[in-house]
C-alpha cells in the first residue's frame, strides 16, 4: 500500500505540476515589459508563478512562515536578477532555481533547522495545498519528517520531477549523491508508512 501510495501520489502531483507548467501566452512578452521596468508586467509573472514557487518552498522547508518568506524572497531576487533571465530554460525553471537557492541559503544561515521538528501547519486554504484526505496527508507529513538532503532530493526529483543531473545542480551536489538520497528517501517513506499502518 505504502509504495502504491507514493507512486500514485507522485504521478498525481507530477501530471498537477505538468499542467501549471505550460507557458500562459505572452509570457515572454510580459518577461520583455518587466525587464525594462514594467511592475505590472512583473506582477503578472508573480501571480503565474507563486502557487508553484510557494510550493516547493513548502515542501522543502516544511515550514508555512519560512515557505511565505523563501518565495518573497525568490521573487525580490528574480526582479533584481530580470536581466540575467536569457529564456535559455523556461521562466518556471529558472524561478525554481532562485527558490531553491534561496531556501538552502536559507537553511545555510540558521543552524537551529536540522533541529527542529518538520511540521507543516495546516495548509488546506493554501495554494499550495494537495488533496484533502487522510492517506495524502500522512504522506505528506512523512516526506517533512525525512532528513534534510533525503527530503530536498526527493522534493526536486519525485515531486517536481526534475532529473536528477537538474536535481544536482540545483542542490550543488553529485548526480550519484542526489541518487543516494533519493533510494534514501524512498526507502525512510516507506518505513514511515508502513509504521503508520499501511502495507507495502
Known sequence: MAA????????NIRSLVSRTAIVMPGEAALIARARGGDTRAFEMLYREHID???????????NVSEAEDCA?????????????????????????RIAVNTVLGRIRKSKREQDRIQ?????SSS???????????????????LPEGARHVFVLNAVYGYSHEESSDMLGIAVGTSKAQLHRARRLLAQQLKEQGFEA
Not at 502504491?4 to 504521478?11: K, W
Not at 518573497?72 to 524561478?95: C, H, V, Y
Open 127 to 145: 495554494p499550495a495545498s494537495i488533496a484533502d484526505n487522510g492517506e495524502l496527508r500522512d504522506l505528506s507529513d512523512a516526506i517533512d519528517r
Open 72 to 96: 518573497q524572497e525568490a521573487f525580490i531576487q528574480a526582479w533584481n536578477k530580470l536581466a540575467k533571465f536569457r529564456g535559455e530554460s523556461a521562466f518556471g525553471t529558472w524561478m525554481h
Open 4 to 11: 502504491l501510495l507514493m507512486a500514485e501520489t507522485g504521478d
Open 52 to 62: 508553484r514557487v510557494y510550493g516547493i518552498c513548502l515542501r522543502m522547508t516544511g
Open 119 to 123: 511540521v507543516v501547519a495546516e495548509t
